[in-house]
């Protein structure tokens, strides 16, 4: 019976208009692909990579600065060379992408669940409470996300005790940062959607049988605004891998000693102008690649779930 019913939900979803949609757009199946291909290249990271950044007793000093495989003084070991302390590249890069997509995945998870949570309470319940978390939601967005996010960083940096392990505690508050540097969107997408349902029949038909506010919120108004929520989550994906690279770049983001797309950079930068270029090229080659694969995806969706484009 369970297969029959998984089965049955396969074929309706490959029959549905999205679907069709997903692969009639070249460009959303080649950004799917790539996305694919380098989220499975980060999950995977322990069995493809040629060598383990984190071994200290594998790296060599004297490996330390070649360049790419293809270039004179390369060692087909390292394909995209090595760094200032011997690490491997393209394992680096690999290991790197897993800590950019955590970051960026949960910042955008946690972020979510803030901003539909408080959308709906101010769309739904009105009064006050509205008026306080809109303006809250106004007087930050009076600045941009990436200096909101480097405040919350810096305070709860400066919180944390003399005897905490920030390479421990670091990710979980660069992913807390970022969150809260980006709930006001989905905050004000879901309190327009609320706004638009809660005079809906069947919104006035659950109360009159008495059902609470509450339970009308959760069971028959979030179904009906996640449709944008989804949207914006997909494309701010992106977004927040860029942000934990922008300050992982500015040195207050993941510590060096754990390996991001952003420290990458920042440790390459230091090494661009003396000619070891690979090690800033390659890290931003996965950058742009990651952040515009998930941004086409997130345009594609947009699209396809915009009934006036059907």
Same mark, same amino acid.
Request: charged residues 10%; proline residues 5%.
């Given at each position: &019976? #369970?297969?029959?019913?998984?089965?049955?939900?396969?074929?309706?979803?490959?029959?549905?208009? /999205?679907?069709?949609?997903?692969?009639?757009?070249?460009?959303? @199946?080649?950004?799917?692909?790539?996305?694919?291909?380098?989220? *499975?290249?980060?999950?995977?990271?322990?069995?493809?990579?040629? $060598?383990?950044?984190?071994? *200290?007793? %594998?790296?060599?000093?004297?490996?330390?600065?070649?360049?790419?495989?293809?270039?004179?003084? !390369? +060692?087909?070991?390292?394909? *995209?060379? %090595?760094?200032? +302390?011997?690490?491997? @590249?393209?394992?680096?890069?690999?290991?790197?992408?897993?800590?950019?997509?955590?970051?960026?995945?949960?910042?955008?998870?946690?972020?979510?669940?803030?901003?539909?949570?408080?959308?709906?309470?101010? !769309?739904?319940?009105?009064?006050?409470?509205?008026?306080? /978390?809109?303006?809250?939601?106004?007087?930050?967005?009076?600045?941009?996300?990436?200096?909101?996010?480097?405040?919350?960083?810096?305070?709860?940096?400066?919180?944390?005790?003399?005897?905490?392990?920030?390479?421990?505690?670091?990710?979980?508050?660069? /992913?807390?940062?970022?969150?809260?540097?980006?709930?006001?969107?989905?905050?004000?997408?879901?309190? !327009?959607?609320?706004?638009?349902?809660? $005079?809906?029949?069947?919104?006035?038909?659950?109360?009159?049988?008495?059902?609470?506010?509450?339970?009308? &919120?959760?069971? $028959?108004?979030?179904?009906?605004?996640?449709?944008?929520?989804?949207? /914006?989550?997909?494309?701010?994906?992106?977004?927040?891998?860029? %942000?934990?690279? %922008?300050?992982?770049?500015?040195?207050?983001?993941?510590?060096? #000693? #754990?390996?991001?797309?952003?420290? &990458?950079?920042?440790?390459?930068? =230091?090494?661009?102008?003396?000619?070891?270029?690979?090690?800033?090229?390659?890290? !931003?080659?996965? *950058?742009?690649?990651?952040?515009?694969?998930?941004?086409?995806?997130?345009?594609?969706?947009?699209?396809?779930? =915009?009934?006036?484009?059907?």
């Amino acid at each position: &019976m #369970t297969d029959a019913v998984s089965t049955s939900a396969a074929g309706r979803f490959f029959d549905s208009d /999205i679907f069709y949609s997903f692969r009639s757009s070249p460009v959303a @199946v080649g950004a799917a692909i790539v996305a694919a291909l380098m989220i *499975l290249g980060s999950v995977l990271a322990p069995l493809l990579a040629p $060598h383990d950044p984190f071994d *200290l007793a %594998t790296l060599d000093l004297n490996n330390s600065l070649l360049p790419p495989a293809w270039v004179a003084q !390369g +060692q087909a070991a390292f394909p *995209l060379g %090595t760094d200032d +302390q011997g690490r491997d @590249v393209l394992s680096t890069i690999l290991y790197g992408s897993r800590i950019s997509l955590l970051v960026g995945l949960a910042s955008v998870a946690l972020a979510m669940v803030m901003g539909v949570t408080l959308g709906l309470l101010s !769309g739904f319940l009105g009064g006050r409470l509205d008026s306080f /978390i809109m303006r809250t939601a106004d007087v930050q967005l009076s600045f941009p996300a990436i200096l909101i996010a480097l405040l919350i960083n810096g305070v709860a940096r400066s919180l944390l005790p003399g005897n905490a392990n920030l390479e421990t505690l670091a990710i979980g508050v660069l /992913i807390g940062s970022i969150a809260l540097a980006n709930w006001v969107q989905y905050a004000r997408t879901v309190r !327009g959607s609320t706004m638009v349902e809660k $005079h809906r029949e069947y919104v006035q038909a659950a109360q009159v049988i008495g059902v609470g506010p509450f339970a009308i &919120m959760r069971r $028959h108004v979030l179904p009906n605004v996640l449709g944008p929520v989804l949207v /914006i989550g997909t494309i701010n994906v992106a977004t927040a891998i860029i %942000t934990e690279a %922008t300050l992982s770049f500015l040195g207050v983001g993941v510590p060096p #000693t #754990t390996p991001s797309l952003g420290t &990458m950079i920042n440790t390459g930068n =230091n090494f661009l102008y003396s000619g070891e270029w690979w090690l800033v090229v390659f890290p !931003g080659l996965a *950058l742009i690649l990651l952040c515009m694969s998930v941004n086409l995806l997130g345009d594609w969706l947009r699209d396809a779930l =915009n009934p006036r484009l059907q």
